[in-house]
């Protein structure tokens, strides 16, 4: 069965750079989460999308931007980057329109580098 | 408050024996999801099982059962007949509201758990 895709899998990047995280979600899930975990840390929300529109926001800073295509799928734009933005980002996929445990499927994750 | 709390940060476990991992919430929401995760140190985020707020039985998924005690708020996942493969990371989550409601996953602190052979 189709999965969520991260892609790229790894990035390193240098201080002050931007980077573009990208997810396909589960073919018709209609809303997208991300979250970012730091190094030991569990993953904290970022913001979420449902239906292209922004559904809820968490902790994540001015300098990150989302949002998510007419094809459901979604990027994360980080600009300004910092040594501890380095984290692990993971995106969720799941679907309004079902009653059952939907916020179950994550991608793989990327794991960002900042040096 | 912390809306999950994970008093372990590390457990330790003979191969093929059963272990407990605590989980303790805190929400005022009457519909709520409860979740556990695996995350072995590849960093992939495995999904293991899923209790709902107004679910009568104890849910379980293989090796994996999920005791439920609502007038406690908590949700320990048991992991029985340990395996090598099972030591990693273990997050408990839970989503406030309705299943389809689009809400987010508050994840607890983890628990590491280590499996001796």
């Known amino acids: 069965a189709a999965g969520v895709i991260q892609s790229p899998r790894h990035l390193i990047k240098e201080k002050r750079e931007t980077a573009t995280l990208k997810c396909y979600p589960i073919?018709?899930?209609?809303?997208v989460y991300w979250y970012q975990q730091g190094p030991g840390q569990d993953p904290q929300f970022l913001i979420s999308f449902y239906e292209k529109m922004q559904s809820d926001k968490g902790s994540i800073p001015d300098r990150f931007s989302a949002q998510q295509f007419s094809d459901y799928h979604s990027e994360l734009n980080m600009s300004s980057l910092e040594l501890g933005d380095s984290a692990l980002y993971f995106c969720?996929?799941?679907?309004?329109?079902?009653?059952?445990?939907?916020?179950?499927?994550f991608g793989q994750g990327t794991r960002l580098t900042v040096v | 408050a912390q809306k999950i709390t994970q008093t372990q940060p590390g457990m330790f476990v003979q191969e093929k024996e059963a272990v407990t991992l605590d989980c303790t919430y805190d929400?005022?929401?009457?519909?709520?999801?409860l979740f556990w995760y695996k995350q072995p140190s590849s960093g992939e985020m495995i999904f293991l099982i899923y209790q709902g707020s107004y679910d009568e039985q104890n849910a379980t998924e293989g090796r994996y059962s999920l005791n439920f005690q609502k007038a406690r708020k908590s949700a320990n996942l048991v992991i029985s007949a340990s395996q090598l493969g099972d030591s990693a990371m273990y997050f408990c989550a839970m989503r406030e509201g309705l299943a389809g409601s689009a809400r987010q996953l508050t994840f607890g602190s983890g628990t590491q758990l280590t499996v001796l052979p």
């Open positions: 073919p018709r899930h209609d809303t």
């Open positions: 969720a996929s799941s679907s309004a329109l079902t009653s059952e445990n939907t916020e179950a499927f």
């Open positions: 929400t005022s929401d009457q519909s709520y999801g």
